[in-house]
C-alpha cells in the first residue's frame, strides 16, 4: 500500500522564490529512488505562508531508505551552505486507501 509523507515548510514571502528556485535545481534527485511514485511542491495561495511538500512511496521502508542515503546525503554539507529557506519542518504521513485517476 502506497503511503505519502507530506513535510510543511514554513517559508516567509521574502524567501518563496529561494525555495522555488532551490527544489527546481534538485529536479531529479528524488525520481530515481527505490519505491518513488510522486512529487509535488504546493505553493500556498491565500492565508498561510506554509508550503507543501508532497512524495508519494510504493511503502514506508523505501521512504525510510531515501531519509537515510539520498536525502540525509543531500542536507549534509560543509559551513558554506546557504541560509534555510525554510523555518521550521513537520511531517505528515498518511497511507492511501483509496484513489482514483481521470476518465480515459
Known sequence: MSVVKINVLTVPAEQREVLEQRFASRAGAVEGSDGF????????????????VYTRWRDEESFKAWMEGPMKAAHQGGGDRPRPAASGSEVWSFEVVQQTGPKA
Open 37 to 52: 511514485e510522486w512529487f509535488e511542491l504546493l505553493r500556498p495561495v491565500e492565508g498561510t505562508d506554509q508550503y507543501l
